[in-house]
T-cell receptor, first 114, second 114 residues
Framework: EDQVTQSPEALRLQEGESSSLNCSYT??????LFWYRQDPGKGPEFLFT???AGEEKEKERLKATLTKKESFLHITAPKPEDSATYLC???????????????FGRGTQLTVWP | GAGVSQSPSNKVTEKGKDVELRCDPI?????LYWYRQSLGQGLEFLIY????????KSGLPSDRFSAERTGGSVSTLTIQRTQQEDSAVYLC????????????FGSGTRLTVV
């Protein structure tokens, strides 16, 4: 079974304190790696897609990077409104009819306090 | 509306009863997915519909679970003879073509079996 592992499970940062979240994966063929943000009581909201090692994407204070076996979500000078659970998911190339399926990690719960 | 709509938002049912959860995807999206999210767990894939193809049911946990998609639009997830372990948030997502980039999630149905 494919595995997506996220660390840490929870992270508390002071406002302005930069850090990184990790997502490691073990699919044999990667179609894409996805980052989502999930607020309490809501469904996940799409942030980024990364397709190949070395690729980077940025959005406001967030930057996602990808290597052959892991991805990092860097948060620069976070604000309290960045508090959420960040989910990583992978889509594999070798799943036949389940090409659309995403395999999710358990998420990192980020809390940014003023 | 513009997003994925799920109903009801909350459902409390007695053990042994049947429940139906509804998902209205974004108009024109050919792919529709159901996931389940339990406390402290990652999103668990349940079923995937893509156009007129046979659905991928490989994630359904038991034969008490079934789903249908009528007219390529609305989908209903049915759980028969509910058990306490079925308590979770059931999330529906749709995408234009089954690629993770286009996944849009609904806010979910929180199911509690008492």
């Amino acid at each position: 079974e494919d595995q997506v592992t996220q660390s840490p499970e929870a992270l508390r940062l002071q406002e302005g304190e930069s850090s990184s979240l990790n997502c490691s994966y073990t699919v044999s063929g990667l179609r894409g790696l996805f980052w989502y943000r999930q607020d309490p009581g809501k469904g996940p909201e799409f942030l980024f897609t990364l397709y190949s090692a070395g690729e980077e994407k940025e959005k406001e204070r967030l930057k996602a990077t990808l290597t052959k076996k892991e991805s990092f979500l860097h948060i620069t000078a976070p604000k309290p409104e960045d508090s959420a659970t960040y989910l990583c998911a992978v889509q594999a190339t070798d799943r036949g009819s389940t090409l659309g399926r995403l395999y999710f990690g358990r998420g990192t719960q980020l809390t940014v306090w003023p | 509306g513009a997003g994925v709509s799920q109903s009801p938002s909350n459902k409390v049912t007695e053990k042994g009863k049947d429940v139906e959860l509804r998902c209205d995807p974004i108009s024109g999206h050919t792919a529709l997915y159901w996931y389940r999210q339990s406390l402290g767990q990652g999103l668990e894939f349940l079923i995937y519909f893509q156009g007129n193809s046979a659905p991928d049911k490989s994630g359904l946990p038991s034969d008490r679970f079934s789903a249908e998609r009528t007219g390529g639009s609305v989908s209903t997830l049915t759980i028969q003879r509910t058990q306490q372990e079925d308590s979770a948030v059931y999330l529906c997502a749709s995408s234009p073509d089954g690629v993770g980039y286009g996944y849009t999630f609904g806010s979910g149905t929180r199911l509690t079996v008492v």
